[in-house]
């Protein structure tokens, strides 16, 4: 547990080889936390893992908790875990969320970061943020989509990351925590190209704080300066090699955001798996993250 100030404690561990190549995994949400299926994507014998659980989340303290909980809080705990750690340059692996505050981390700190790998790439703009929560992605589901404008009345319908912020911040837990739960089955459902698959509910503490923060920062564009940031400093990183990783059929974070990102970017190399939606899990995606870090390993 690594104290970051603020009141927050992070969770951090270290997996494979100590003297290893070091890579840090950056974890999907916000709020979704680092799971052990993540160190998969690692030879143990060549790679020096780092993983954590973002403020608020996971096994970090305290729970759910968004005051003092910002994209460049993040940034920051990134750097004092490295610093702790005694790394110099890492390969900065993320996914999701995990694919905007990598990008994030590295404008901020380029000369720290060794090789980006992004998966489902989210530039966390307003438009992406109207795709999946103003009826773009529902127009395909449109069966699951009245589901999640269901507890929601039509009158607050226009904007639903505010409606669901009043339910979510209410200061009561079980309606908190059920609306947490429609948020995040909203979310899940649309993860995989294999829809029929069954889909438990999410324990209520999970869901909690997955939709919290979540909807805290989408509620404040990811606390950047300007919509398109992300994009408009891509000049502080194209010395960086990196390799993007995106599902043809992701829906939560459609693949035209990744083409964005690599279109003009010499260093970077567009992967698009064909019949792929958007979880780490997909069986494409999860093959084509193994080949990018084992070539890595081997130097390719």
């Known amino acids: 547990m690594l104290e970051v100030g603020d009141g927050h404690r992070l969770y951090v561990e270290q997996c494979g080889h100590s003297q290893g190549l070091p890579v840090v995994v950056l974890h999907g949400g916000p709020g979704g936390g680092c799971s052990p299926a993540m160190r998969r994507y690692f030879d143990p014998a060549t790679y020096r893992m780092v993983l954590f659980d973002q403020r ?37 692996f993320g996914g999701s969320w995990g694919a905007t505050l990598a990008l994030i981390y590295a404008q901020a700190h380029p000369d720290r970061v060794a090789h980006l790998v992004l ?6 703009t307003q438009a992406e943020l109207d795709w999946f929560y103003g009826g773009g992605a529902g127009a395909f589901w449109p069966d699951l989509w009245a589901e999640f404008l269901r507890p929601i009345p039509e009158d607050e319908r226009g ?24 948020w995040a089955h909203w979310e899940n459902a649309l993860a995989t190209v294999d829809h029929a698959l069954p889909l438990g509910e999410a324990p209520p503490d999970y869901a909690r704080a997955f939709a919290r923060l979540e909807n805290h920062y989408f509620r404040n564009s990811a606390f950047l300066e300007e919509d398109g940031q992300i994009l408009r400093r891509r000049s502080r990183i194209e010395h960086i090699p990196a390799t993007i990783v995106q599902g043809r059929y992701d829906m939560i974070c459609p693949p035209v955001s990744a083409w964005k990102l690599a279109e003009g970017w010499s260093r970077a190399d567009l992967r698009m798996v064909p019949v792929a939606g958007h979880a780490l899990s997909e069986p494409g995606i999860s093959a084509e993250l193994v080949r990018v870090m084992n070539a890595l390993r081997d130097g390719a």
């Open 56 to 92: 608020g989340c996971g096994r970090s303290r305290p729970h759910a908790e968004v005051e003092a909980n910002t994209t460049w809080h993040l940034v920051a705990d990134i750097e004092r875990i490295r610093e702790s750690l005694g790394i110099d340059r890492w390969i900065v």
């Open 119 to 124: 998966r489902g790439v989210f530039l966390a």
């Open 159 to 182: 904007d639903m990351i505010a409606a669901y912020h009043r339910r979510l911040f209410c200061g009561d837990y079980t309606t908190e925590a059920r609306h947490a739960r429609i």
